[in-house]
């Protein structure tokens, strides 16, 4: 029994434990939005969003872009990740839609697009929470 109250984790060390979790969650999070953020500059990205019936895709698309990557960066770094978090929201809430799984019918293609769909959901679950509770230890608004 000594054994597991050596690994116990007491209130005191949960502070040493909490800033480098939250970090490599913020790190983890935001790594999806800041990669996906070049994609939107591409010409294939720009004709895959116009044949879905995204309006003005050659401004919005590369737009969803810079949005998506200020937003990542944001929460990466820590600085104004409140505001950064609510890019990442603005942006699920453009481009989830297009994941309209509701409407294909290939099995397999209905299949994935309804995993990208609940994928977007639950990111959008994260933003918001990050909206509210903002970057956490080790981020610039902390110091």
């Known amino acids: 029994m000594a054994t597991a109250a050596a690994t116990h984790v007491t209130r005191s060390d949960a502070p040493a434990l909490t800033a480098p979790i939250v970090f490599l969650g913020r790190l983890l999070f935001s790594l999806i939005f800041l990669m996906a953020s070049f994609n ?15 309006p003005l895709a050659s401004f919005a698309v590369p737009l969803a872009g810079i949005i998506a990557l200020f937003g990542s960066l944001s929460i990466l770094v820590g600085y104004r990740a409140k505001i950064g978090a609510w890019l990442i929201v603005l942006f699920l809430i453009g481009v989830t839609p297009m994941h309209n799984f509701w409407a294909i019918s290939d099995p ?11 994928k977007n959901l639950s990111m959008l679950g994260g933003a918001l929470l990050i909206t509210q509770l903002g970057a956490g230890p080790w981020s610039v608004d902390k110091k």
């Open 108 to 118: 397999m293609m209905q299949q994935i697009q309804m995993i990208m769909f609940m």
């Open 40 to 54: 939107h500059f591409r010409a294939q990205t720009i004709a895959f969003a116009a044949s879905q019936g995204v």
